[in-house]
């Protein structure tokens, strides 16, 4: 760890991220202490009735007081995973169970059993990966000697994760981002990321924090020519979001550079003389292995309860070409008609588009493996249905913060840019704060 921050730019990096941190807790407590925002949110059809007073009376996980302005919307999923299991009987339930025998099987594959009263329905905790509220738990338990709840000391271990994981992603794209535009422009990438208009999600309970930092960190691990931990932190990624299965393209495309997919014919030839190219098969393996975590987890109950929570409930799907064609031009109509409040929230949502296609078109000639990872990333957001989170679903995406350094080149476009970005997080983690709809 010391040998990390030798360099002096990631020391400058760890400094900031200190201070950034620092000042997400400090704002969250200060905005709530000197106003208030009138309810409800007007911003989507769905947020109205979900942000009226007394919206949230029930809901334990989100209304502990500790730290209780990092935690909102999806962040109750997580905590309920993380201190009462899938399970929990707080969590909401959708629809009817998966039909399957929960007599046979080995975990992952069997049913887990409720030991609350028989309830009809799945959790609504299943539409989430168990990587980060697995976390949680792991880290909940040393800081269980401060003496907290289990929820506050739940809500602290979130808030650390997702911290930790955003040093881990500002390093990592300090890294992809020195190669061609030097140390200030790989310090510009790392300070763009905490500053973007959804950046304040990674000093929530929520999953960007940690994602980015196991996301990013492959790609870095990569391009290094670590393809066996670019794969292992490829799979802890994917079972974080499920994004993390597009890091098999940049797996491919890096095995595609190395030369040894040209062999492979040659080797497969050879099989009757030489025996089984094992290492060939090795690297696909390694290409494979977040395509092939993720598709074990499908297939096993879990996989099969977030499908069905998901169709049923959140409402979305894999190119769901047809739901998000008319979604998204509704959206767009919202942009100039005559509720303020969606056409406010739909211009960064539609800003987040552009940018996020751009940004990726953009660097694929550079940076070609990054920048599919991004490209696949920005688009299944687009097309999994509803019209809503383009601007939080593109921290994922790392072109969007080198092509943005890139440009953070000229003083004037960075001046500009921190200014505007820091406005909107503000009024972003603002709205956060008071359980509003932010995406």
Not at 59 to 87: C, R, T
Not at 96 to 108: A, D, E, H, K, R
Not at 216 to 223: A, E, G, P
Not at 411 to 432: E, K, Y
Request: charged share 10%; aromatic share 16%.
């Amino acid at each position: 760890m010391i040998r990390l921050f030798r360099n002096p730019t990631r020391r400058t990096i760890l400094y900031i991220w200190l201070g950034w941190a620092f000042m997400m807790v400090a704002y969250q407590i200060y905005v709530p202490a000197r106003l208030s925002l009138a309810t409800p949110d007007y911003a989507l059809n769905w947020t109205v009735n979900e942000t009226k007073p007394g919206s949230q009376d029930g809901k334990i996980y989100l209304n502990e007081p500790f730290l209780n302005q990092h935690v909102s919307w999806d962040s109750e999923y997580y905590l309920a995973i993380a201190v009462g299991g899938y399970e929990d009987p707080n969590i909401g339930r959708v629809g009817s169970f998966v039909n399957i025998s929960s007599s046979v099987g080995f975990w992952p594959f069997v049913i887990p059993q409720n030991l609350a009263a028989p309830q009809a329905g799945i959790s609504k905790s299943y539409a989430f990966f168990p990587l980060y509220p697995l976390a949680i738990r792991v880290l909940s338990a040393p800081l269980s000697l401060l003496g907290l709840n289990p929820i506050a000391t739940a809500t602290l271990a979130g808030v650390l994760v997702s911290l930790m994981g955003t040093l881990a992603g500002m390093l990592a794209l300090y890294e992809l981002a020195r190669t061609e535009l030097g140390e200030q422009g790989g310090l510009r990438a790392a300070f763009y990321l905490i500053i973007f208009p959804s950046g304040f999600f990674l000093a929530q309970v929520y999953t960007e924090g940690l994602f980015v930092g196991l996301a990013f960190s492959s790609l870095v691990m990569l391009r290094r020519g670590n393809h066996g931990w670019a794969a292992l932190l490829a799979i802890l990624a994917t079972f974080t979001r499920a994004a993390g299965v597009a890091l098999a393209i940049p797996l491919l495309i890096s095995w595609i550079q190395s030369g040894e997919w040209h062999e492979l014919d040659l080797e497969w030839r050879q099989i009757y003389f030489k025996g089984i190219p094992w290492k060939v098969i090795g690297h696909a393996l390694i290409v494979l292995a977040p395509v092939i975590a993720f598709l074990v987890w499908k297939i096993s109950y879990f996989g099969m309860a977030f499908s069905r929570i998901e169709d049923e409930f959140f409402g979305r799907g894999l190119l769901s070409f047809g739901v998000s064609f008319i979604t998204w031009s509704s959206a767009f109509r919202d942009l100039f008609g005559s509720n303020s409040q969606a056409a406010a929230y739909y211009l960064i949502e539609w800003g987040a588009i552009l940018l996020g296609f751009t940004a990726c078109i953009a660097g694929l000639k550079r940076y070609p493996e990054i920048a599919w990872f991004g490209l696949i990333v920005v688009f299944l957001s687009f097309t999994s249905g509803p019209a809503q989170g383009m601007h939080r679903y593109i921290l994922a995406a790392p072109p969007v913060f080198l092509f943005l350094s890139r440009l953070g080149r000229h003083p004037a476009f960075d001046r500009v840019w921190s200014i505007a970005s820091i406005l909107l997080m503000g009024v972003l983690a603002t709205l956060f704060t008071f359980n509003m709809w932010t995406g």
